[in-house]
């Protein structure tokens, strides 16, 4: 069964600062994917990670995956106030008996960047 | 806007009712995809369908059932409803073939069951 494990699951971090979010997962896999969710709405995609060494970036955001150590990684560059949210990963369960698409979610990352 | 569309927003309704949750994908998306997110439970995968046919299921119970129609629009039938099913149900939906196979979400519908 795949796993997906994120930490920290919760960060609070002050306007200015740099911070890596990690998204662990049990078994090989090629497609990653990272949503953002503000309180009380819906699932916003910020990266799909297709391939091992995939780097992607926007604004203060960059995300990366190495498929060998079945790890992503998520940093935040100089946080600002409006990147307050929670962050999830997630993991196509495509490779182990799933279906296309399967998305297995981490527990989420709920980040508050303070002033 | 993801172009994908839930109805309703809101459902409250007591225990021992059933519902039924609707979505419309985006245009030209084949694949549906239903989750369930609580607090206790996180953000789980319940069931997907592609081009009217189920192709996985996940944690979905018994009670709940789901289809896709002809016009691809689905609908989540939950029955005999429990006060732990209250929660937020997403409908995503991705081409599914196509990179970067990605799924984009609706609004979601927040059903309580009192």
């Known amino acids: 069964e795949l796993k997906v494990e994120q930490n920290p699951l919760f960060l609070s971090m002050q306007e200015g600062k740099n911070y890596t979010i990690y998204c662990n997962y049990s078994?090989?896999?090629?497609?990653l994917y990272w949503y953002r969710q503000d309180p009380g709405k819906s699932l916003e995609s910020l990266f799909v990670?297709?391939?091992?060494?995939a780097v992607k970036q926007e604004g203060r955001l960059m995300a990366s995956l190495d498929t060998k150590a079945r790890l992503s990684t998520l940093h935040i560059t100089a946080a600002v106030h409006d990147l307050s949210a929670t962050y999830f990963c997630a993991v196509d369960n495509r490779n182990y008996g799933g279906s296309q698409g399967n998305l297995i979610f981490g527990k989420g990352t709920k980040l508050s960047v303070k002033p | 806007d993801s172009g994908v569309t839930q109805t309703p927003k809101h459902l409250i309704t007591a225990t021992g009712q059933r519902v039924t949750l609707r979505c419309s994908p985006r245009s030209g998306d084949l694949s549906v995809y239903w989750y369930q997110q609580s607090l206790d439970q996180g953000l789980q995968f319940l069931i997907q369908?592609?081009?009217?046919?189920?192709?996985a299921k996940g944690n979905i119970l018994e009670r709940f059932s789901a289809q896709q129609f002809p016009d691809l629009h689905s609908e989540l039938n939950l029955s005999s409803l429990e006060l732990g099913d209250s929660a937020l149900y997403f409908c995503a939906s991705s081409v599914r073939t196509v990179p970067p196979y990605e799924q984009y979400f609706g609004p979601g519908t927040r059903l309580t069951v009192t």
């Open positions: 369908y592609y081009n009217g046919e189920e192709r």
């Open positions: 078994t090989t896999s090629d497609r």
């Open positions: 990670l297709l391939s091992n060494g």
